[in-house]
């Protein structure tokens, strides 16, 4: 199962390297891939998981999910 999220305001390495932290401690999130050009962040899920979850985890951070696909 994948995931993928426009994600506003990533601008550099540290805003990736930021998102990747903060998901990578959800159990369910297996993968994280963050393009910085397409301003996309991929995940792969090991379970099924709530979107709400992964949107205010990255808002949390100061950033703005444009879509959930």
Do not use: S
């Not at 963050?34 to 995940?43: A, E, G, H």
């Not at 379970?47 to 205010?56: G, M, R, V, W």
């Amino acid at each position: 199962m994948k995931r993928e999220l426009l994600v506003d305001g990533m601008h550099c390495e540290n805003c990736a390297n930021r998102i990747k932290k903060v998901l990578g401690a959800i159990e369910e999130i297996k993968d994280i891939d963050v393009n910085l050009d397409t301003k996309k962040v991929i995940i792969t899920l090991n379970k099924e998981i709530d979107d709400t979850i992964i949107k205010n985890k990255i808002e949390d951070l100061g950033f703005e999910i444009k879509e959930i696909n």
